[in-house]
């Protein structure tokens, strides 16, 4: 789905910095290149998105990847160029399962109870525009360890490589006939016919004014990383992957090449901002 890059010098930094990765199988392409050969001065912390997004706004992160809805919000950090956490169809991992169609609710005067992971406040807005837009309908949304397990909610929300095993495991013991399923990025794209960017990497713009040159190196490094992790590191980061989910090799496979986009340009750029606007709209930022 997009071209890629390769890192053709090592990347030298002036200052130690740390520096924030999603513990997702969808980064492992850059996590695997950056667990290697990161430069020297450059520390890594791992976490889910949503703890990611927490340090970055006690400001004990000052780099790395987040969610877009938080570099939205947070307005103040700056893009690494050439990199991003994005689809333009179906992606697999951002999945609603609904216990009755949404057609069949539209009608209803009532709010809507969504179970939703602790952690995904770009899937979970997403999900809140889709509502909205398409069907007129209101919900409220309950985190929770579990989403699937909670019988008594209309439907729940599914990130992630929960998204994808949960999906999987539906589909083989037959009860994914009994939900509705959609692919939050494929309803995006149907709808607007722009990437849906879930991720970026991004930096405090303080710590750029101070950090010019390191930034402008790992930008560098980021933009060549997945190009290598999907190219010569593609066979160990799929067997990371399966060993991680029990995931097929054609699945995975797929979900690399076919569906996850890992690149920034003009028309993600478009797609953000088409997000950010939606969000605006409703009363989700």
């Known amino acids: ?27 492992l ?27 970055y706004r006690q400001g004990t992160l000052d780099l790395g990847a987040m969610s877009s809805h938080y570099f939205l919000e947070d307005g103040n950090f ?20 609904g216990r009755k169609k949404l057609s ?4 209803l005067n009532r709010r809507l109870k969504i179970s939703v992971p602790q952690a995904s406040a770009s899937s979970v807005r997403l999900l809140h525009i889709l509502l909205c837009e398409c069907y007129g309908l209101e919900a409220d949304f309950i985190p929770v360890q579990n989403p699937e397990a909670d019988i008594e909610s209309d439907g729940f929300l599914l990130f992630g490589d929960l998204a994808l095993t949960t999906d999987r495991d539906l589909a083989a013991s037959g009860a994914i006939n009994g939900l509705e399923r959609l692919d939050m990025a494929q309803w995006w794209f149907e709808n607007y016919r722009l990437p849906m960017v879930f991720g970026v990497w991004a930096a405090r713009k303080s710590w750029i004014a101070e950090h010019g040159e390191d930034f402008a190196n790992i930008s560098t490094f980021l933009a060549a990383s997945w190009g290598k992790g999907l190219t010569q590191d593609l066979p160990a980061v799929i067997a990371e992957a399966a060993e991680r989910t029990d995931l097929s090799f054609e699945r995975l496979q797929q979900y690399y090449l076919k569906e996850l986009d890992f690149s920034f340009g003009a028309r993600h750029a478009e797609g953000l901002e088409l997000y950010r606007k939606l969000c605006k709209k409703h009363d989700l930022l």
Do not use: W
């Not at 071209?3 to 200052?15: E, G, K």
């Not at 700056?78 to 399962?97: H, K, N, R, T």
């Not at 069949?104 to 009608?107: F, I, P, R, V």
């Open 1 to 27: 789905m997009t071209s890629v890059s390769h890192i053709s010098q090592p990347v030298v930094l002036l200052s130690d910095c740390t520096f924030g990765q999603i513990d997702f199988i969808n980064c």
């Open 29 to 55: 392409p850059i996590t695997r290149i950056l667990q290697r050969d990161k430069p020297e001065r450059l520390g890594l912390v791992m976490g889910t998105p949503g703890a990611l997004n927490q340090k």
């Open 78 to 97: 700056e893009l690494f160029p050439d990199i991003s956490i994005s689809a333009q169809g179906p992606v697999g991992s951002v999945l609603y399962f």
């Open 104 to 107: 069949q609710l539209s009608g």
